[in-house]
C-alpha cells in the first residue's frame, strides 16, 4: 500500500478537513503518498435548490460513497453531520478524530448579538434544524434561506441585506475566519446537530490495511458522542435535514445527551446521563422522553 487515494469535496472547507487529515497520516506513515481526489457531489452540483427541497439523504457523501466502493478511492473524509445515519453495505467509518467546537455562531452586520437585534431582523439560516429553535427563542426574527459555502453565506450579509447569519463554529475554525463571529450560540438556545464539528474517514469494510492506519486518529470520546447522536437520530427517524439537535458531552466515563426537537410548532428539549459504555439505554430514554 504505497498510495492511498483519499477522497473529498471540492469546496474550501473540505479541502481543508481533508488536508488536515492527510497530513496527519503523512506524519504517521512517511512513507506511504497519501492523494488528494476530488469527487463532486449532489449536494454541490444542486447549490441553487434548498437542501430540504431536494429531500434525498446524503446528498454530500453518497457520490463519494460511490467512489469508494468503485475501488476508485481508497478513504474519504466527510463532515459527520452530512452522513446518514445507515451507511451503504461494505462501508464503515473507519475513524473520527478530535472533534472541533459543535455550536454554532451567529455573525452580525453590525455587531450586534442576535439578542440585541429588533422585531423583522432578517437572518440568514441554511437548515431546518436552526431556524426552528431561533424562531423559537427569537419569534420576531425573519428567517431568509440561504445555500451555498461559508464564503458565499459571509457575503450574503451584504448581498442580500441581512441583520446576520447562523453558521458552524467549526467550518470558520478550520478556514482560519473564526474572527468574523459575533457569539458563539449556547448549546440551549441552538441544540447542533449530530456530528457537527466531527469528521469522519470512511473506509471500506473488507480494508484492515485501511482500518490499522487509521486506528491512531481515532478519538475515542468523540467517537462515543457522535456515535450517540447518530442512534438518537436513527430512533428519532431523522436526518441532516430534520429540525432535530442532539449533542453528546463525554465527562470520563459518564455521557450527558441533550436534544431538542420540533413538535407542533414547539421546541421540546430534554437531557439523559449515564454511562458512555451504556449509550444505548442513554438514546432509548432519551427517545422515551421526546415521544411521550
Not at 450586534?112 to 426574527?141: D, H, M, V, W, Y
Request: charged share 25%; glycine share 10%; net charge negative.
Amino acid at each position: 500500500m504505497n498510495k492511498i487515494r483519499v477522497g473529498s469535496r471540492g469546496s474550501r472547507l473540505a479541502l481543508a478537513q481533508t488536508d488536515a487529515v492527510i497530513s496527519a497520516l503523512r506524519s504517521l506513515y512517511p512513507d506511504i503518498d497519501f492523494e488528494r481526489q476530488i469527487v463532486k457531489t449532489e449536494g454541490d452540483r444542486l447549490q441553487h435548490i434548498p437542501v430540504e427541497r431536494i429531500g434525498d439523504k446524503g446528498i454530500f457523501v453518497k457520490d463519494i460513497e460511490q467512489a469508494l466502493m468503485d475501488g476508485h478511492i481508497d478513504m474519504a473524509v466527510h463532515s459527520m453531520k452530512d452522513v446518514p445515519s445507515q451507511l451503504p453495505d461494505g462501508l464503515m467509518i473507519g475513524a473520527m478524530p478530535w472533534r472541533e467546537d459543535p455550536r454554532d455562531a451567529f455573525i452580525s452586520s453590525d455587531g450586534r448579538t442576535i439578542e440585541q437585534l429588533g422585531c423583522r431582523a432578517r437572518i440568514g439560516i441554511g437548515s431546518a434544524r436552526r431556524s426552528a429553535q431561533l424562531k423559537n427563542c427569537f419569534p420576531g426574527i425573519d428567517i431568509v434561506a440561504i445555500r451555498g459555502n461559508i464564503d458565499t453565506r459571509i457575503n450574503k450579509i451584504n448581498e442580500a441585506g441581512l441583520d446576520g447569519i447562523v453558521l458552524a463554529v467549526a467550518g470558520l475554525k478550520r478556514l482560519g475566519v473564526s474572527d468574523v463571529i459575533t457569539q458563539i450560540l449556547p448549546v440551549d438556545v441552538c441544540t447542533p446537530a449530530a456530528g457537527q464539528g466531527a469528521l469522519g474517514i470512511e473506509i471500506r469494510k473488507s480494508d484492515e490495511k485501511a482500518a490499522d492506519l487509521l486506528m491512531p486518529l481515532n478519538h475515542a470520546p468523540t467517537r462515543a458522542a457522535v456515535d450517540a447522536e447518530r442512534m438518537f437520530m436513527a430512533m428519532m427517524g431523522g436526518d441532516c435535514n430534520t429540525p432535530i439537535g442532539v449533542y453528546g458531552e463525554v465527562d470520563g466515563v459518564d455521557i450527558l445527551l441533550r436534544a431538542a426537537v420540533e413538535k407542533d410548532g414547539c421546541i421540546m428539549r430534554h437531557s439523559v446521563k449515564g454511562e458512555v459504555a451504556q449509550y444505548q439505554n442513554v438514546v432509548s430514554k432519551l427517545v422515551a422522553l421526546l415521544e411521550e
